[in-house]
């Protein structure tokens, strides 16, 4: 109680003091010219359309332009900023909680609450909290969902199951990238029923369980886009991406610099391979085979690119930061990183008990960020789903150096 009720106020004091100094910034470009105008299409009454377009609007993941349906729906088209930023900061303080939870589940009480801690003050989610972005929402469900999915394999059982499956689901429609969550899933089923931790008969109960949580999840909007589209997809444009990040052009500018500047892929081509494939299935399959062709045959620029959205993701201060923005943010991304890496070695040392399987997921997780973000531009923004799986690794470097200085020492 002690940890939500101190990141509660943590994250309310961020939102205070982003509206009293930068209010006019908090509304980001995509959400003013994308999830805005969907939000009014639905509170209006019109449907899901972007520009009367109801196939355009199929490319954004419908679940952040929903809520903000609601919000309007509530209290009224122009809500004020500071009104969603105090929801964002109740959503991350539910954050907190669910990395409290993993953390004990996983490492036991001591290493929970620094890792609780660690997330509650940290001042990169109190700056987060203000934005009018849809990651509070996505993170808290993508967190979820991830824990779900320990306590599913923690149990063996069916039910919980379906429930981790309709969390991933619902996190995917929040932001897409979330449903390759759900095949990383059933592959660490694979890969701990091939290592004899599972049964193969839990395994494959386990597995059905989830994937009918997620397409049970995901079937209104399959049917509305089959309605729209001809075909029940999720239009994830994963092909395009993967080809705006790694094919013919990218190579010519690596992006070091702390936010992701435009694509520098050929446009021509991608324009191409778009006017030569009418349907999102074979548009999608021929931007992965262009893109994983030119990956194949430059592997060298390849491996810069992934180099460069490294540091591009993990930089830590940003362009006109301030000398106390650079001390608390810079100083606290430094501490957080070291904290982290140093967890992720040691944690192997101090597992709970009944806590290898959820130790498991946690890993099998940051590896799931590790190779998304290295697959596809990134920007310092989408470091944040990955930030709470790490806290419970922090928490446990912090606990062993508590443990460190409070044992007592031999005579």
């Given amino acids: 109680m002690f940890v939500c009720v101190c990141s509660i ?3 309310l004091l961020g939102v205070a003091y982003m509206n009293s100094y930068l209010a006019w910034n908090l509304v980001p470009p995509d959400t003013r010219s994308v999830y805005r105008p969907l939000a009014l299409s639905l509170a209006n009454g019109t449907g899901y359309q972007l520009g009367g377009d109801p196939r355009a ?3 954004v993941a419908p679940g952040f332009p929903v809520y903000l349906a609601a919000v309007y729906r509530a209290s009224g088209d122009d809500a004020p900023v500071w009104l969603l930023g105090v929801l964002n900061a109740f959503m991350r303080a539910g954050i ?3 990395v409290y939870l993993l953390a004990l589940r996983a490492f036991g009480a001591a290493p929970a609450l620094f890792a609780g801690l660690v997330h509650a003050i940290d001042p990169w989610e109190a700056f987060w909290s203000a934005f009018v972005l849809k990651e509070s929402l996505a993170v808290l469900l993508s967190i979820a969902a991830i824990a779900l999915v320990a306590r599913t394999l923690s149990s063996r059982s069916f039910v919980p199951g379906i ?3 309709l969390a991933i689901a619902a996190a995917s429609l929040m932001r897409y990238a979330t449903l390759g969550l759900f095949a990383w899933t059933l592959l660490l089923l694979a890969w701990c029923a091939w290592r004899r931790l599972v049964d193969v008969r839990a395994a494959v109960r386990i597995a059905g369980a989830i994937t009918l ?5 995901l079937s209104p909007w399959l049917l509305r886009n089959r309605a729209v589209l001809g075909v029940p997809v999720v239009y994830t444009q994963a092909g395009y991406y993967l080809f705006v990040s790694n094919g013919p052009g990218t190579e010519k500018k690596i992006d070091t610099w702390g936010y992701s500047g435009l694509s520098t892929a050929d446009v021509r081509k991608a324009e191409a391979i778009a006017g030569q494939h009418r349907g999102v299935v074979d548009r999608d399959s021929a931007f992965f085979r262009e893109a994983i062709g030119h990956i194949v045959s430059h592997p060298l620029d390849a491996a ?4 460069g959205r490294f540091v591009n993701m993990w930089r830590p201060t940003f362009e006109g930061a301030s000398p106390a923005n650079i001390v608390i943010l810079g100083g606290w991304f430094c501490v957080f990183a070291v904290a982290s890496i140093a967890g992720l070695v040691q944690a192997p040392q101090v597992v709970a008990v009944d806590g290898r399987d959820t130790v498991r997921v946690l890993y099998w997780a940051v590896l799931f960020y590790v190779l998304l973000h290295a697959a596809f531009w990134s920007e310092i923004r989408y470091r944040q789903y ?3 799986i790490l806290a419970v ?3 446990v470097a912090l606990s062993m150096v508590r443990d460190r200085f409070t044992q007592p020492r031999a005579i």
Avoid: E, H, S
């Fill in 304 to 307: 810069a690119l992934v180099v």
């Fill in 393 to 395: 690794f922090a928490g």
């Fill in 213 to 217: 949580g997620v397409f049970v999840g």
């Fill in 9 to 11: 106020a943590v994250k």
């Fill in 386 to 388: 990955a930030t709470p």
């Fill in 163 to 165: 429930f981790a499956g």
């Fill in 57 to 59: 609007a199929t490319r």
């Fill in 96 to 98: 907190t909680c669910l």
